[in-house]
């Protein structure tokens, strides 16, 4: 069964920098589209990033486009959201996703398209 870690939440201040990273177990990583969402208090889990299985290909949201990198290291099952110029809008519990999307190589920007998920890790932007 496919399993995601997610670490590298924490108290960041504003204008900062955060890397957060996705550890993925239970099959074989690179076959796998990953996604990163998030969720603040009172408000519906959102897309942030996505990469294709093959890492050729990323999308963003609007709102992180030139702040936020997504990547993959196939060789450490790992997937991985660089944060830079973080607000305090960027606030909220950030969740990793992954789905079998090989051999098609898509991007994937809508929560219900993908299967496997983490347990989230909480940034929080803060002075």
């Known amino acids: 069964q496919v399993q995601l870690v997610e670490s590298g939440g924490g108290l960041v201040q504003p204008g900062g920098s955060l890397r957060l990273s996705c550890t993925f177990s239970g099959d074989i990583f690179s076959r796998y589209l990953m996604g990163w969402f998030r969720q603040a208090p009172g408000k519906e889990r959102e897309f942030v990033a996505t990469i294709t299985w093959s890492g050729d290909r990323t999308d963003y949201a609007v709102s992180v486009k030139g702040r936020f990198t997504i990547s993959r290291d196939d060789a450490k099952n790992t997937a991985y959201l660089h944060m830079s110029s973080l607000n305090a809008e960027d606030t909220a519990v950030y969740y990793c996703?992954?789905?079998?999307?090989?051999?098609?190589?898509?991007?994937?920007?809508?929560?219900?398209?993908?299967?496997?998920w983490g347990q989230g890790t909480q940034v929080t932007v803060s002075s």
């Open positions: 996703a992954a789905d079998l999307a090989f051999p098609m190589n898509v991007l994937l920007t809508s929560a219900t398209a993908y299967e496997f």
